[in-house]
């Protein structure tokens, strides 16, 4: 078996590419390397090379995992089936349910090029057209992949769109007790609050759950995929409106390199945009968005907070996560103010 030049944590390349040559027999050529893909806090991301060809491998973060979050199969599913679609997702090759191979679940998939951007510096040199254009194509985007009927891809029984806002304002409370290691004010209030004004739900369809540009690939200005579909359900998509609208409103605090700040590019479409933009592309009722960003702000919270846990404990991988716990308080006072706009 060829030997391994690199080997970075959470990945066994020798028992990886036992699995891989018995599903893809012929496709690795050479001695494997691997490197760690800087910019996930959640699932790790890896990308995988003979020298010939190369391959991106998912799989869940060490140590410390929440109920029902980092659900390989899922993730490799949702991608699968939108493969034929509209939607620009990586090509899927397989997927690994049996923990013994590296230690979790995992699945692989092809390498689309393209850059993340996180930063407004790193949009900057595009100049504010490009940039307005890119923030634009990302918003259509989202409305395209809500567009999906989730029936005719196979994905009919993918999630229970029916009381999918209640379930989501429950789910969040209990992944944010999941992590309970400190006192959070203004958490149990904000948790009431949603549990008490919940809306008639938007047509249902197929959610990403954390959509955002730096969870897109983007090369000449055009979406070449959308990654990180860990959290993808069905429900309701205006979930996935108002976190992107939240995740552009954080670049406002002062969060240090824990949030990305690219919404504050020069020539990046601002909330009410992107508002106007996704209603006609979509045609829905956006008059409830208060609850939804306030549940935005809650889920994130929510999220911050299990990667602070993880954090603190020494199970997260790379760089990036002191900042993070300091974010969960303000987001929480964020979800209250919004609830009352």
Not at 73 to 84: C, D, F, K, Q, S
């Amino acid at each position: 078996m060829p030997g391994t030049d690199t080997e970075p944590p959470g990945l066994d390349l020798a028992r990886f590419q036992e699995f891989f040559d018995g599903v893809r027999p012929g496709a690795i050529t050479g001695p494997l390397r691997a490197s760690l893909i800087a910019g996930g806090k959640s699932n790790l991301t890896y990308e995988v090379t003979d020298g010939t060809s190369t391959w991106i491998v998912r799989r869940p973060p060490l140590g410390h995992v929440l109920a029902t979050a980092h659900d390989m199969g899922r993730e490799y599913r949702v991608i699968t089936a939108l493969w034929p679609t509209d939607v620009p997702v990586p090509e899927t090759y397989a997927h690994c349910a049996d923990d013994d191979v590296i230690g979790a679940p995992f699945y692989v998939m092809s390498k689309v090029t393209g850059t993340p951007y996180r930063h407004a510096a790193e949009l900057a040199p595009l100049g504010a057209e490009r940039t307005h254009e890119i923030s634009l194509r990302m918003i259509d985007t989202l409305a395209t992949l809500h567009d999906v009927d989730p029936h005719a891809v196979g994905l009919g029984d993918f999630g229970r769109p029916e009381g999918f806002l209640a379930r989501q304002v429950r789910r969040w409370k209990k992944q944010l007790d999941a992590s309970h290691m400190r006192d959070l004010p203004g958490a149990e209030q904000l948790h009431d609050a949603l549990a008490a004004s919940v809306p008639a739900e938007s047509a249902p369809g197929i959610v990403h759950g954390d959509f955002r540009l730096d969870n897109l690939l983007v090369e000449d200005d055009q979406v070449t995929a959308v990654l990180d579909w860990e959290m993808a359900t069905l429900g309701d998509p205006l979930t996935d409106v108002a976190l992107l609208l939240v995740y552009q409103r954080m670049a406002e605090l002062d969060a240090g390199d824990a949030v990305a700040d690219v919404a504050t590019a020069p020539g990046f479409a601002d909330a009410d945009e992107m508002l106007v933009r996704y209603a006609a592309h979509s045609g829905r009722d956006l008059a409830a968005m208060g609850f939804y960003l306030g549940l935005a702000y809650f889920k994130l919270a929510a999220i911050l907070e299990g990667i602070h846990y993880r954090h603190t404990h020494g199970q997260t991988v790379g760089e990036g996560f002191d900042a993070v716990g300091d974010l969960v308080v303000p987001l929480i006072d964020a979800g209250l103010a919004a609830l009352k706009e």
